[in-house]
T-cell receptor, first 113, second 113 residues
Framework: ETGVTQTPRHLVMGMTNKKSLKCEQH?????MYWYKQSAKKPLELMFV???????ENNSVPSRFSPECPNSSHLFLHLHTLQPEDSALYLC????????????FGEGSRLTVL | TQLLEQSPQFLSIQEGENLTVYCNSS?????LQWYRQEPGEGPVLLVT?????EVKKLKRLTFQFGDARKDSSLHITAAQPGDTGLYLC?????????????FGGGTRLMVKP
């Protein structure tokens, strides 16, 4: 198993759809993250979970709803998104939130029509 | 808002050439990381620098942290097509209570054979 696995790799959805992105890490880490990567913008931190509790929410619209049922799994539930939400959504994990290295998944490319 | 500026944004060179990319901020970093992101993949950590003036080498890549810990550079010697990708710097700022990584906008490098 690779370190951090994201599914689906590609997703196309209409503005009224409900979908979810899934992330699973096999590294034994205790912190997981959602980042948004848009063209011409820096990576934006969306949510951070440490020991399954949310510790950071960078003013993300409520149409994005994270869920962390255990330390190995992280979901991003999507509802009534806008076309400007189209981006690459990257999941990452680390051992502790104050330590160095983030391990990223390959990302889920989302297109909102 | 604490920003990291990376330059240049885009760089296209021939195989065998040398190049340097830069990461700058007006604030002091407690630590700084460089990641490389290849097309269709998530970012992968290359190096972490912590001490002002520190120099680290990774094969043909040389990373330098500024004496004042406000800037960093990445120098690639004799670039190869396999070096193609997006180079991201990410810093933790000394006075950031959340201690989360802030990413720069990246330098997109293309090395032509």
């Amino acid at each position: 198993e690779t370190g951090v696995t994201q599914t689906p790799r590609h997703l196309v959805m209409g503005m009224t759809n409900k979908k979810s992105l899934k992330c699973e890490q096999h590294l034994g880490h205790n912190a997981m993250y959602w980042y948004k990567q848009s063209a011409k913008k820096p990576l934006e931190l969306m949510f951070v979970y440490s020991l399954e509790e949310r510790v950071e929410n960078n003013s993300v619209p409520s149409r994005f709803s994270p869920e962390c049922p255990n330390s190995s799994h992280l979901f991003l539930h999507l509802h009534t998104l806008q076309p400007e939400d189209s981006a690459l959504y990257l999941c990452a994990s680390s051992q502790g939130i104050n330590t160095g290295e983030l391990f990223f998944g390959e990302g889920s490319r989302l297109t909102v029509l | 808002t604490q920003l990291l500026e990376q330059s240049p944004q885009f760089l296209s060179i021939q195989e065998g050439e040398n190049l340097t990319v830069y990461c700058n901020s007006s604030s002091v970093f407690s630590s700084l990381q460089w990641y490389r992101q290849e097309p269709g993949e998530g970012p992968v950590l290359l190096v972490t620098v912590v001490t002002g003036g520190e120099v680290k080498k990774l094969k043909r890549l040389t990373f330098q942290f500024g004496d004042a810990r406000k800037d960093s550079s990445l120098h690639i010697t004799a670039a190869q097509p396999g070096d193609t990708g997006l180079y991201l710097c990410a810093g933790k700022f000394r006075h950031n209570a959340g201690n989360m990584l802030t990413f720069g906008g990246g330098t997109r490098l293309m090395v032509k054979p």
